[in-house]
């Protein structure tokens, strides 16, 4: 079982930046990657970031240049910084990874509760 801890939503002013983090806990064998995902207001949930176990990262085209995903493998967990918010920003943040279990399990995929992230204009 893999536990995800986030934090780091809240509100701020369209411009500002915030910072999320998410960290993994359980008995982990290895992480494959990790990525952050979001879904705003009446909308699907889109990938925002991802960053694999080699450092490899893709971004959402609307975020490419405002964010920056980064990952510290030995304490599996990661943070996206994001700059220049705009309300469009608005969403949950997931964080989200594929990991490699101890014993090995068919399941792979896990999920955070959520974080809020709020743009006001």
């Known amino acids: 079982q893999v536990q995800l801890t986030e934090s780091g939503g809240g509100l701020v002013q369209a411009g500002g930046s915030l910072r999320l983090s998410c960290a993994a806990f359980?008995?982990?064998?290895?992480?494959?990657?990790m990525a952050w995902y979001r879904q705003g207001p009446g909308k699907p949930r889109e990938l925002v970031a991802k960053?694999?176990?080699?450092?490899?990262?893709n971004y959402l085209d609307s975020v490419k240049d405002r964010f920056t995903i980064s990952r510290d493998n030995a304490k599996n967990s990661m943070d996206l910084q994001m700059r220049s918010l705009k309300p469009d920003d608005t969403a949950v943040y997931y964080c989200?990874?594929?990991?490699?279990?101890?014993?090995?399990?068919?399941?792979?995929?896990?999920w955070g509760q959520g974080t809020l992230v709020t743009v006001s204009s």
């Open positions: 960053i694999t176990s080699d450092g490899r990262v």
């Open positions: 989200n990874v594929e990991v490699e279990t101890i014993p090995w399990s068919n399941e792979r995929h896990y």
């Open positions: 359980g008995s982990i064998r290895s992480i494959n990657y």
